[in-house]
């Protein structure tokens, strides 16, 4: 079981009188790293108010600006990184 269209897979959870296998928990571990990178990308996103409020526009335009905003997005986090590359 996982989410549709993805390779990832739904963290184990612990049942009540049995705890998860070392492998398990290396599992959620590895999830939690992902999940964590792709939480940071929305609440940034969020930032840009595409993704927090209600888009008033032509739906027809939402891809567009949704992809020109994480363009943005990707454009400060390059200059970021490679601020930090060259320093």
Known sequence: MG???????LPYNALKYQLLTKKEQVHNKKHSHIRIVVEHVFTSLKQWRILSHRFRNA???YNAKFVIVAGLYNLKHNQRNNADILS
């Open 59 to 61: 739906l027809k335009t």
């Open 3 to 9: 989410y549709l269209g993805t390779n990832l897979h």
